[in-house]
């Protein structure tokens, strides 16, 4: 099969680390894989994890706003065009991977082709995003030939209601199995944040912006009991709210215990300094470095995004959407030192078993064969 995957960069975050992994395992099974990004970013960020059978292609150079993407991307097509008719999947993640699909399914339409097929990940399903931005994701994701969403809330569910015809599937997040943190990586990564050894630390990752709840993840170790002289929260992560979170770490009087140090280059670098990982939950689901820390055997415990959801019996990982809830969780989980062995074993099998990159790439060939079947009954 021949695959394009369409992204505004290879930069951190949980859809461009999925971008990443289905182009490897894709290439590792023999298929023919390209990931095309709007504009380069620093390789170290995620392009360097790229494996070598994949062809890497940036359309615009390093550095250049955004809105020239767009003018650029519309070039890019139809100088490509050839090559892009000749694909068998394009496969869409974010906004600007989102407008290029929507021309590309356009222009296929009207020469009445099959190929390529386009297909789209919604990655933000269950992010408090503007409900204006909701709306269009939801208005061009129905122009696809296939969905896939990572997560199911009822908005997404009654969308995949509403349209039979149109193949939608739920498909979990998956990673490649970190390798171990070397023996002295958990002295070394606290050294680094100033954190003494024997202190109890809570931790998370991910970008700092309002849909990803930092504040959220705050208020809820926050909620600690006994916070004088207790365990200190990491936050690795770069974006807007790295200064707001510092404030109210600040206000509540717990600036010398909250760690902000910006953009994780090496994730299981920070795992090994880590008692116990703080995610953020949509239903059942985690993101990419929650399905990280749970691997390297971490215990990890969620805010959740739903409303009013408590953790179901099905639920992996334990989740509330009330950061009070949350709190007494992590405190009774840092009091329990053979509690958190326990649930991170039980954990680190469950992402074994069903979040490998191998059974995520599986899901989506499922989903790509169903939009084939979409594109050509539109044909008929």
């Excluded at 999947?89 to 021309?103: E, I």
């Excluded at 208005?139 to 809330?153: E, I, K, P, Q, Y």
């Excluded at 959220?216 to 929260?233: C, I, M, R, T, Y």
């Excluded at 690795?236 to 010398?256: F, M, S």
């Amino acid at each position: 099969m021949r695959i394009v995957h369409l992204i505004s960069a290879l930069t951190k975050g949980g859809a461009e680390r999925v971008a990443v992994e289905l182009a490897n395992q894709a290439a590792r099974e023999g298929h023919e894989v390209a990931v095309v990004a709007a504009t380069a970013a620093d390789p170290r960020l995620l392009a360097d994890l790229l494996d070598p059978a994949v062809d890497y292609r940036t359309i615009t150079p390093a550095g250049t706003a955004k809105a020239a993407w767009y003018r650029a991307g519309s070039v890019w097509l139809w100088r490509e065009r050839a090559w892009l008719g000749s694909r068998d999947v394009v496969h869409c993640h974010l906004t600007f991977a989102a407008y290029l699909g929507t021309l590309i399914g356009a222009a296929r339409r009207a020469r009445g082709t099959r190929y390529p097929r386009v297909v789209e990940t919604i990655h933000a399903v269950g992010m408090p995003i503007p409900a204006a931005q909701r709306r269009r994701i939801r208005f061009f994701a129905a122009g696809r030939d296939g969905v896939a969403l990572m997560a199911a809330d009822p908005y997404w569910r009654a969308f995949a209601a509403d349209r039979p015809a149109l193949p939608v599937h739920f498909i979990a997040n998956g990673i490649a199995l970190p390798q171990p943190a070397a023996p002295d990586a958990r002295a070394a990564a606290r050294a680094a944040l100033g954190i003494p050894p024997e202190a109890l630390v809570v931790g998370t990752i991910g970008r700092m912006v309002a849909e990803r709840m930092p504040l959220a993840l705050l208020e809820a170790f926050a909620a600690v009991p006994g916070q004088d002289g207790g365990p200190h929260l990491v936050m690795g992560g770069a974006g807007p709210l790295v200064e707001p979170v510092r404030r109210e770490a600040a206000a509540r009087g717990l600036a010398h215990r909250v760690h902000c140090p910006g953009l994780i280059e090496y994730p299981v670098r920070l795992l090994a300094a880590l008692d116990l990982y703080l995610s953020v939950n949509v239903g059942a689901v985690t993101g990419i470095a929650g399905l990280e820390a749970a691997a390297a055997g971490l215990p990890v415990i969620a805010v959740q995004t739903i409303p009013g959801r408590a953790a179901g019996g099905d639920d992996w990982i334990w989740s509330d959407p009330a950061p009070s809830e949350v709190g007494a969780r992590i405190a009774a989980l840092l009091a329990d030192p053979e509690a958190r062995t326990a649930l991170g074993e039980r954990q680190r099998a469950h992402v074994v078993e069903r979040h490998s990159a191998a059974a995520m790439h599986r899901a989506y060939c499922a989903l790509y064969s169903a939009a084939g079947a979409q594109a050509s009954a539109e044909r008929e």
